[in-house]
């Protein structure tokens, strides 16, 4: 069973940093890419950030591009979302993703993903 827990949410200025951090259990991260989602009150959750299985191909939503930088460490089966400059708009619950199959490419849709954490709040207040 794949679980997926995330921490690291909090509220901050604008222009402040939170590290998100998404511990996974119930497989091997090394053979998984990974993903970061969130969800804004009355709006759909959106893709925000996702890393491939190596870690070293990654997409990113482009109104958080040079701001958000999506890693994993393998060893502590974690993957985590470093947020820079954050701004009001990045106010939502980010959720941590994780797909079904191993090995593929970065996934920047919801149907690309089949395993979600329950969340964590940002609160970027101006």
């Known amino acids: 069973q794949v679980q997926l827990r995330e921490s690291g949410g909090g509220m901050v200025q604008s222009g402040g940093s939170l590290r998100l951090s998404c511990v996974v259990s119930?497989?091997?991260?090394?053979?998984?890419?990974m993903g970061w989602f969130r969800q804004a009150p009355g709006k759909e959750r959106e893709f925000v950030a996702g890393?491939?299985?190596?870690?070293?191909?990654?997409e990113y939503l482009d109104s958080v591009k040079g701001r958000f930088t999506i890693s994993k460490d393998n060893a502590k089966n974690t993957v985590y979302l470093e947020m820079n400059s954050l701004q009001p708009e990045d106010t939502a619950v980010y959720y941590c993703?994780?797909?079904?199959?191993?090995?593929?490419?970065?996934?920047?849709?919801?149907?690309?993903?089949?395993?979600w954490g329950q969340g964590t709040q940002v609160t970027v207040s101006s």
């Open positions: 119930g497989r091997t991260l090394s053979r998984y890419g």
């Open positions: 993703a994780a797909p079904n199959y191993p090995l593929g490419a970065v996934a920047t849709t919801l149907l690309g993903y089949d395993f």
């Open positions: 890393c491939s299985w190596t870690g070293s191909t990654t």
